[in-house]
Protein backbone atom coordinates (compact mmCIF):
# COMPACT_ATOMS: atom_id res chain seq x y z
CA UNK A 1 0.00 0.00 0.00
CA UNK A 2 1.55 3.43 -0.66
CA UNK A 3 -0.74 6.55 1.13
CA UNK A 4 0.95 9.37 -0.40
CA UNK A 5 3.91 11.57 0.95
CA UNK A 6 3.44 14.96 -0.79
CA UNK A 7 -0.24 15.71 -0.91
CA UNK A 8 0.34 18.26 -3.03
CA UNK A 9 1.91 16.31 -5.70
CA UNK A 10 0.15 13.12 -5.50
CA UNK A 11 -3.27 14.65 -4.42
CA UNK A 12 -6.32 12.41 -5.71
CA UNK A 13 -8.82 14.50 -4.19
CA UNK A 14 -12.55 13.82 -3.56
CA UNK A 15 -14.18 16.13 -1.21
CA UNK A 16 -10.83 16.16 1.07
CA UNK A 17 -10.49 12.64 0.88
CA UNK A 18 -6.95 10.97 1.78
CA UNK A 19 -6.18 7.81 0.41
CA UNK A 20 -3.83 5.13 0.35
CA UNK A 21 -3.31 2.70 -2.92
CA UNK A 22 -1.78 -0.16 -3.65
CA UNK A 23 0.03 -0.53 -7.07
CA UNK A 24 0.37 -4.20 -8.54
CA UNK A 25 2.72 -5.10 -11.14
CA UNK A 26 2.76 -8.37 -13.67
CA UNK A 27 5.73 -9.50 -14.63
CA UNK A 28 4.48 -11.16 -17.61
CA UNK A 29 3.54 -7.30 -18.56
CA UNK A 30 -0.10 -8.24 -18.61
CA UNK A 31 -1.48 -7.16 -15.27
CA UNK A 32 -4.82 -7.05 -16.74
CA UNK A 33 -5.11 -10.76 -17.84
CA UNK A 34 -7.75 -13.36 -16.40
CA UNK A 35 -5.31 -14.62 -14.04
CA UNK A 36 -4.23 -11.32 -12.95
CA UNK A 37 -7.70 -10.01 -12.63
CA UNK A 38 -8.51 -12.68 -9.86
CA UNK A 39 -5.02 -11.86 -8.05
CA UNK A 40 -5.98 -8.39 -7.69
CA UNK A 41 -9.50 -8.88 -6.78
CA UNK A 42 -8.59 -11.58 -3.71
CA UNK A 43 -5.88 -8.76 -2.54
CA UNK A 44 -8.50 -6.51 -2.75
CA UNK A 45 -10.57 -8.39 -0.82
CA UNK A 46 -7.76 -9.38 1.81
CA UNK A 47 -7.33 -5.01 2.16
CA UNK A 48 -10.86 -4.78 2.63
CA UNK A 49 -11.05 -7.07 5.30
CA UNK A 50 -8.23 -5.70 7.24
CA UNK A 51 -8.23 -4.47 10.78
CA UNK A 52 -6.42 -1.51 12.62
CA UNK A 53 -5.22 -2.94 16.60
CA UNK A 54 -8.69 -1.45 17.54
CA UNK A 55 -10.72 -3.29 14.96
CA UNK A 56 -11.19 -0.99 12.71
CA UNK A 57 -11.56 -2.22 8.73
CA UNK A 58 -11.37 -0.16 5.62
CA UNK A 59 -15.67 0.05 5.68
CA UNK A 60 -15.32 2.00 8.98
CA UNK A 61 -12.87 4.69 7.49
CA UNK A 62 -13.66 4.99 4.28
CA UNK A 63 -15.29 8.07 2.41
CA UNK A 64 -19.04 6.72 2.56
CA UNK A 65 -22.26 7.57 0.38
CA UNK A 66 -25.55 6.44 1.55
CA UNK A 67 -24.75 3.16 -0.80
CA UNK A 68 -21.66 2.26 0.94
CA UNK A 69 -17.61 3.05 0.59
CA UNK A 70 -17.06 5.58 -2.87
CA UNK A 71 -14.21 3.01 -4.56
CA UNK A 72 -12.91 3.64 -8.41
CA UNK A 73 -15.69 1.18 -10.92
CA UNK A 74 -12.54 -0.98 -11.29
CA UNK A 75 -12.34 -1.50 -7.48
CA UNK A 76 -16.48 -2.31 -7.66
CA UNK A 77 -15.60 -4.95 -10.16
CA UNK A 78 -13.06 -6.74 -8.04
CA UNK A 79 -15.98 -7.39 -5.59
CA UNK A 80 -18.06 -8.80 -8.56
CA UNK A 81 -18.77 -12.63 -7.85
CA UNK A 82 -16.93 -12.94 -11.50
CA UNK A 83 -14.51 -10.10 -11.19
CA UNK A 84 -13.10 -10.76 -14.84
CA UNK A 85 -16.29 -10.50 -16.34
CA UNK A 86 -16.81 -7.32 -14.51
CA UNK A 87 -13.91 -5.77 -15.06
CA UNK A 88 -13.30 -6.06 -19.10
CA UNK A 89 -16.14 -3.67 -19.19
CA UNK A 90 -13.96 -0.86 -17.53
CA UNK A 91 -10.78 -2.15 -19.24
CA UNK A 92 -10.67 1.42 -21.52
CA UNK A 93 -7.83 4.13 -21.73
CA UNK A 94 -7.15 6.75 -20.79
CA UNK A 95 -10.50 7.30 -19.75
CA UNK A 96 -13.95 5.22 -19.22
CA UNK A 97 -16.65 7.19 -20.77
CA UNK A 98 -20.06 5.95 -19.33
CA UNK A 99 -22.80 8.27 -20.56
CA UNK A 100 -22.09 11.83 -19.19
CA UNK A 101 -19.71 9.88 -16.53
CA UNK A 102 -15.65 10.08 -17.38
CA UNK A 103 -13.53 8.16 -14.91
CA UNK A 104 -9.61 8.89 -15.56
CA UNK A 105 -8.26 5.32 -16.01
CA UNK A 106 -4.66 7.19 -16.65
CA UNK A 107 -4.26 7.33 -12.86
CA UNK A 108 -5.12 3.66 -12.64
CA UNK A 109 -3.25 1.46 -15.57
CA UNK A 110 0.47 2.13 -16.39
CA UNK A 111 2.59 0.60 -19.16
CA UNK A 112 -0.93 0.11 -21.53
CA UNK A 113 -0.92 -1.34 -24.67
CA UNK A 114 -4.36 -0.11 -26.37
CA UNK A 115 -6.04 -1.45 -29.31
CA UNK A 116 -5.18 1.40 -31.95
CA UNK A 117 -8.14 0.25 -34.22
CA UNK A 118 -10.78 0.68 -31.55
CA UNK A 119 -9.81 4.05 -30.13
CA UNK A 120 -13.17 6.29 -30.40
CA UNK A 121 -13.20 10.11 -31.16
CA UNK A 122 -11.46 11.08 -28.24
CA UNK A 123 -8.48 8.56 -28.20
CA UNK A 124 -10.32 6.35 -25.86
CA UNK A 125 -9.60 2.90 -26.29
CA UNK A 126 -9.69 -0.70 -25.04
CA UNK A 127 -6.62 -2.52 -23.23
CA UNK A 128 -4.91 -5.09 -24.53
CA UNK A 129 -2.13 -4.80 -21.85
CA UNK A 130 -1.15 -3.26 -19.16
CA UNK A 131 2.21 -3.67 -16.55
CA UNK A 132 0.46 -2.06 -13.84
CA UNK A 133 -2.84 -1.82 -11.88
CA UNK A 134 -3.16 0.83 -9.35
CA UNK A 135 -6.03 0.39 -6.87
CA UNK A 136 -7.43 3.23 -4.64
CA UNK A 137 -9.07 3.47 -1.31
CA UNK A 138 -10.32 6.79 -0.66
CA UNK A 139 -10.43 7.27 3.24
CA UNK A 140 -11.46 10.10 5.80
CA UNK A 141 -9.77 12.34 7.52
CA UNK A 142 -9.53 10.65 10.84
CA UNK A 143 -6.77 9.35 13.26
CA UNK A 144 -8.30 6.05 12.57
CA UNK A 145 -8.09 6.28 9.03
CA UNK A 146 -4.38 7.16 9.46
CA UNK A 147 -3.85 3.78 11.38
CA UNK A 148 -5.58 2.00 8.73
CA UNK A 149 -3.18 3.61 6.39
CA UNK A 150 -0.64 2.14 7.87
CA UNK A 151 -1.73 -1.23 8.95
CA UNK A 152 -2.30 -1.42 5.07
CA UNK A 153 1.32 -0.20 4.06
CA UNK A 154 2.82 -2.90 6.57
CA UNK A 155 0.89 -6.01 4.42
Known sequence: ??????????????????????????????????????????????????????????????????????????????????PVLSAQFLLRYPNLVFSDLVVDNALVFGGVVMQESKKDKNGNGPIESARAVRVFYL???SDEAERFAARAESM
Request: one cysteine or more; glycine letters at 4%; a negative charge.
Open 139 to 141: LEQ
Open 1 to 82: MFPPREPQRDSYSVFGAKFTSVVLEDLQENAVSPQAIENIAALHRSIKALKTKTGRSFSDVCVRTADGCTLHPLAYAFEDED
